[in-house]
């Protein structure tokens, strides 16, 4: 059974600083990992989304790395703002599932 | 080109009453999939719908239950609510039958009292 955690579960920082947010899962064969941003009382908007044969992925300032062996996946961020202050989840889809399992998410705050 | 819409955006239900909630999902996807979730935690699966069909279905008792159309829109329900069905029902879609990547509306945010 996929259980998935992220660390930590808050972070406030201040702007223009780099983050990392850490994802772990247990079970390994997964088909791929997406991370989504969520704010507050809204749905899901999907940053990027690995596959299991890629080690990284990136979007602008966002760069996901996957080491699907040790069950990781890290999402970093550069120079944050205040406008990243968000929810961020990270989902792999396991093999043989018909679903994402997700974690309980990194609270993030970026203030000015 | 829209997004995955749902509605209602809000939603407040006494216990024992039953809710309907509507998906429909991005032009030319054939998946929906449903998720619940509670206030702090992460999104938890309840089902997957492909070409009409359900393909799967989580941890969650036949109080739910659900349906997709010929035009690939689809419609959550829930008998008998209770006060722990509160949470924000999400709606998201896929171009295939492999639930990925998934594409999320905004929720549906249902309280009951």
């Known amino acids: 059974k996929q259980e998935v955690t992220q660390i930590p579960a808050a972070l406030s920082v201040p702007e223009g600083e780099n983050l990392v947010l850490n994802c772990s899962f247990t079970d390994s064969a997964i088909y791929n990992l997406q991370w989504f941003r969520q704010d507050p009382g809204k749905g899901l908007t999907s940053l990027l989304l690995i596959q299991s044969s890629q080690r990284e992925q990136t979007s602008g300032r966002l760069n996901a790395s996957l080491d699907k062996s040790s069950g990781r996946s890290t999402l970093y961020i550069a120079a944050s703002q205040p406008g990243d202050s968000a929810t961020y989840l990270c989902?792999?889809?396991?093999?043989?599932?018909?679903?994402?399992?997700f974690g309980t998410g990194t609270r993030l705050q970026v203030f000015p | 080109d829209a997004g995955v819409t749902q509605s209602p955006t809000h939603l407040i239900k006494t216990r024992g009453q039953q809710v309907t909630l509507r998906c429909s999902p991005i032009s030319g996807h054939k998946s929906v999939s449903w998720y619940q979730q509670v206030l702090g935690q992460g999104p938890q699966f309840i089902f997957q719908y492909y070409e009409k069909e359900e393909r799967g279905r989580g941890n969650f008792p036949d109080r739910f239950s659900a349906r997709q159309f010929p035009n690939y829109s689809s419609e959550l329900n829930v008998n008998a609510l209770l006060l722990g069905d509160s949470a924000l029902y999400l709606c998201a879609s896929s171009p295939t039958e492999t639930p990925s990547p998934l594409h999320f509306g905004n929720g549906t945010r249902l309280t009951v009292t």
């Open positions: 989902a792999p889809l396991t093999y043989n599932t018909d679903k994402l399992i």
